[in-house]
């Protein structure tokens, strides 16, 4: 073989051509073939195959909540290496995002965002008007430095807006 190995071929095969390399380069060979990126069994390979799943298959579960209310997955992204090319790989501790939940997955609506983003940008999620812009309870309890409970409890009393801002009472400096 042209990498060295010596191994045992029929006599026919040499003679046809069909024996050109050992039984090693040939398995290399056969596994190029079949993976043009070789990251089919990594972290974010999954990640795009179950973003396709959900967008394109009607058998798979979670289509009702992404293709099955027109989620979809733009014409480039189809393949896994556009996908990378435009995405890169995954930063540490950020996973896939949709900037806008109601528009599809594309180069332009997509960004790696922390586990917090994330959960900042969930559809459940019920935005207040305040003068600091558009913020969910999560926000404004982070700000004010007090529970997601006790902003929970300030709207159950009527408080709205800039009234969900305002730190603890009890609150020690």
Known sequence: CKC?????????????????????????????????????HTWIHQLWAGMKQRCTNPTC???????GRGINLCERWMTFENFMKDMGDRPKGHTLDRIDNDKGYSPENCRWATVTEQANNRRSNRFIKTSQGLLTIHQ????????????VNRRRRGNFGDALLRPSKYATT
């Open 140 to 151: 404004i309890a982070k700000i004010a430095g007090v529970s997601y409970g006790a902003i």
């Open 4 to 40: 060295g190995r010596e191994d045992s071929v029929q006599g026919t095969s040499l003679l046809l051509g069909r024996a050109d390399s050992c039984q090693s380069c040939k398995g290399i060979a056969i596994s190029k073939r079949l993976t043009r990126h070789g990251m089919s």
């Open 61 to 67: 579960p979670r289509y009702v909540d992404y293709g």
